[in-house]
């Protein structure tokens, strides 16, 4: 049977996409040793579910509507750039994204958590981070590097709706694509 690799994520606007897109831009003339996300891959993951067969991924839909407008317009501020697991030992860089007007973000992340183990879908239990990956640590001194000179927050965006996306790994990396978008 055919499956996709799947997830639920917030997606930005190509215009916020364009304005974080440029300060990754700026970060990558100042460091080697990042293998930095593009313009079209900026986003905030809610859950990853992995690779889903056709016909789990129609009863997934089938449930995601029923989460549809019910938590309005999420507003967010980026507020630093921040490194998973620690800063000690960078491997992802990200931008910190806390939602300004409420709790419906974790709201919603809880439901499709809810959502997923109703599934079968293996969840992860460590608290959830809204954040923006801009990039993947090569050099752990890169990072520090980045960390001393990043002066471009905050930065305010809002979000209309989440989708269920597609991430097809490739040798130049992960392509995403939209699935299906459902308002929020």
């Known amino acids: 049977m055919e499956t996709k690799r799947l997830f639920l994520a917030l997606n930005l606007s190509s215009k916020e996409k364009d304005i974080i897109f440029s300060t990754i831009e700026v970060l990558a003339a100042q460091s080697n040793g990042i293998k930095w ?15 889903i067969d056709t016909e789990l991924e129609e009863e997934i839909k089938l449930e995601l509507e029923k989460l549809e407008n019910n938590f309005g317009e999420l507003k967010f501020q980026a ?51 809204p954040h923006i990956t801009l990039g993947r640590v090569k050099n752990d001194r890169a990072y520090a590097n980045l960390k001393q000179n990043f002066s471009a927050l905050p ?20 392509v995403y694509r939209i699935v299906r978008s459902y308002k929020l």
């Open 37 to 51: 996300v593009g313009p079209e891959n900026l986003h905030i993951t809610l859950r990853f579910l992995g690779d």
């Open 155 to 174: 930065f305010d965006f809002s979000v209309t709706s989440f989708e269920l996306m597609e991430s097809e790994l490739t040798f130049n990396g992960s």
């Open 79 to 129: 507020r630093d750039l921040s490194a998973f697991p620690n800063s000690d030992e960078p491997r992802v860089i990200y931008l910190d994204s806390f939602q300004t007007n409420g709790q419906t973000a974790s709201n919603l992340y809880y439901k499709v958590k809810e959502m997923a183990e109703n599934f079968g879908i293996r969840t992860d239990n460590r608290p959830w981070t």
